[in-house]
């Protein structure tokens, strides 16, 4: 009989947890590492990608892989029981339990976040005034819900409003004004298509803090299911969405020159191509 290498999840053991009743459990740790490989798959995935982009433009492969790679480290953090804190819950009936607080999710939606608003941005060639208001909107929503997470009290849900309120106006804007720059390139109904399903997915977001972090409903297990399900489709699969549309948007009309022909004026259109040759020097005949 060959000998059967059994694998086993020792990351509770080796990075323990005081004995408390929510907390992580072997088998959201395992869900955990899942997700750290589908993240890690989908980066090496949109890294090889970059090396022969369409048109030779890799602003999109480049703004997906920090988005996934980051994604990747911190559910590897989770999946380690690392970067976490003990939380007293005093807004339901199991008021004053303590509860285990993972704050890497809120690293990986700071990051993630900005980069999905910048990359509807681009879509829909909006101006950079636009993608900065959305960019600071996303950080107020993930910084808002993180304070929420941290406050004990009932205090928190004041926190989750102002959070909630900002990705309602983030969210209003990107259909509103995002959707009359598209129409102007010609990617409208891609756009559309984009909007949409990150919407639809962020619009889950408070849903998912409100039944855990936020009013203690599901543990810590479900609460990482959630939440999980959510960035898995919102990054690694929104990315794959992102990049099958992009083979047929024009990247004159939308303005992407960040990385085809170095820094070019807007509009420019600089193939590389070989220069023609000066005129060779009239010789003088010896006398």
Same mark, same amino acid.
């Given at each position: ?96 339990? @303590?509860?285990? =607080? *993972? #704050? ?11 980069? &999905?608003?910048? %990359? !509807? ?100 297990? @479900?609460?990482? =299911? *959630? #939440? ?11 990315? &794959?969405?992102? %990049? !099958? ?43």
């Amino acid at each position: 009989m060959g000998l059967i290498l059994q694998r086993a999840n020792e990351a509770l053991d080796i990075n323990l947890t005081p004995g408390i009743e929510e907390q992580l459990s072997v088998n959201g740790s395992n869900w955990l590492w899942t997700c750290v490989a589908i993240y890690s798959f989908f980066f090496l995935g949109v890294f090889a990608l970059s090396w022969k982009p369409r048109s030779n433009e890799k602003v999109f492969h480049y703004l997906l892989s920090i988005a996934l790679l980051v994604g990747a480290i911190t559910y590897f953090s989770n999946a380690s029981n690392l970067g976490w804190s003990i939380v007293t819950q005093g807004t339901t009936s199991r008021s004053g339990a @303590p509860r285990q =607080i *993972f #704050f890497n999710k809120y690293i990986n939606w700071v990051v993630a976040f900005p980069i &999905v608003n910048i %990359l !509807l941005g681009l879509v829909a060639n909006s101006s950079w005034a636009t993608i900065v208001w959305h960019v600071f909107l996303s950080w107020v929503w993930v910084i808002s819900y993180l304070v929420s997470a941290y406050t004990p009290s009932v205090y928190k849900w004041g926190f989750f409003v102002f959070g909630t309120v900002a990705y309602l106006v983030m969210a209003a804007s990107t259909f509103a004004e995002g959707s009359v720059g598209a129409k102007r390139v010609g990617t409208q109904g891609d756009y559309w298509i984009l909007a949409g399903y990150f919407n639809l997915l962020w619009l889950l977001y408070p849903i998912a803090f409100g039944v855990s972090e936020g009013g203690n409903t599901i543990g810590v297990t @479900p609460h990482f =299911i *959630f #939440f999980g399900v959510l960035d898995v489709l919102m990054i690694p699969c929104g990315a &794959v969405v992102l %990049l !099958l549309l992009s083979r047929k948007w024009d990247y004159n009309a939308l303005n992407l020159y960040f990385t085809q022909y170095g820094r070019v004026p807007q509009g420019g259109h600089f193939p590389e191509k070989s220069a023609a040759p000066a005129p060779a020097p009239a010789v003088t005949p010896a006398v």
